[in-house]
């Protein structure tokens, strides 16, 4: 298997160091029960504004819902598709618009949904599992074929699963997926007191 570990400048903990978005899932492995009941209970407990915890996420399990499965799978762009059709598992992430407690609007949905979907990855990760969070699909079709409430925001669809060898892969996302990981310099995302002021 592929195991890309971010480059730090300092230990950082495993978990977050080995997380990463691989696309080669293997497809005879469903995911349990149990463990994908762990993914969620991680992203139930994730902090939000107020505690108001806007996230809902539809979890579309092949193993105990083909047709639901099915139905999110045709909501994924058709590049995306190639390779997520081997995912068992799919959860479309929603933020509600609104607070709970008052129905003013809650500018912090998309955030704290954000937090929450991340505590669902990383639980993932220590399981042994891997995910793939998706900005491409339809996110109207969504809101039509899975009964979305008017007031939330589809925000990406998750795949859940094992990994399987990059060689599984259609020959077009062999190469991203054996790739080194990067990101952009500390320096040049952090500021240290005012913006512009690297953070060394």
């Given at each position: 298997?592929q195991h890309k570990r ?195």
């Amino acid at each position: 298997m592929q195991h890309k570990r971010a480059t730090t400048q300092v230990q950082i903990h495993d978990l977050i160091a080995s997380r990463w978005s691989p696309r080669a899932f293997a497809v005879d492995k469903m995911v349990s029960h149990p463990d994908l009941t762990a993914c969620l209970e991680a992203a139930r407990w994730a902090p939000s504004c107020f505690n108001d915890q806007p996230w809902r996420f539809v979890v579309c399990d092949k193993s105990s819902n083909l047709a639901a499965w099915e139905t999110a799978l045709s909501l994924i762009v058709e590049k995306n598709q190639l390779w997520a059709k081997n995912a068992p598992v799919f959860i479309l992430t929603v933020a509600m618009q609104n607070f709970n407690h008052n129905g003013k609007t809650n500018r912090f949905a998309a955030y704290d949904t954000g937090a929450a979907t991340l505590s669902l990855c990383l639980q993932a990760n220590a399981l042994g599992l891997i995910t793939h969070q998706m900005g491409g699909f339809d996110a109207d079709k969504a809101r039509q074929v899975l009964n979305l409430p008017d007031d939330c925001t589809p925000m990406a669809m998750l795949a859940l699963g094992y990994q399987a060898e990059a060689d599984n892969l259609a020959e077009e996302f062999q190469a991203g997926e054996q790739a080194e990981r990067s990101r952009a310099a500390l320096e040049q995302r952090f500021y240290l007191g005012q913006w512009g002021e690297a953070f060394k």
